[in-house]
């Protein structure tokens, strides 16, 4: 499977160091691979407080901190969102 998309010339060939995270290392490792020296996979779910703060550690030891964040974190809904369905996703 191909994990990189249109943007990976442009970070890949940059002097931007990209910090990359994921719930699954294999897809976030190959990404980071497709991008090269300048990009630092990290295992984590975003929803574990824990593994975020430890994600931004590692982000700020290793790259100094972060300029820019991008997040694309959520979920997929198939079918109406009713208000009883509100507590169910936050799970």
């Known amino acids: ?6 943007h990976t010339p442009i970070i890949g060939q940059s002097r931007y160091r990209v910090a990359l ?3 699954r290392a294999d897809r976030i490792s190959a990404l980071a691979a497709e991008l090269g020296a300048g990009a630092l996979p990290i295992q984590a779910d975003v ?3 824990k593994q975020l703060v430890a994600a931004a550690d590692r982000v700020q030891q290793e790259l100094g901190g972060a300029n820019v964040l991008v997040n694309n974190a959520g979920i997929m809904l ?3 969102f009713a208000s009883a369905q509100r507590d ?4």
Not at 88 to 91: E, K, L, N, P, V
């Open 21 to 23: 995270l994921a719930r």
């Open 47 to 49: 929803t574990d407080r």
């Open 78 to 80: 198939l079918g109406p």
């Open 88 to 91: 169910d996703s936050a799970t």
């Open 1 to 6: 499977m191909k994990t990189a998309g249109p």
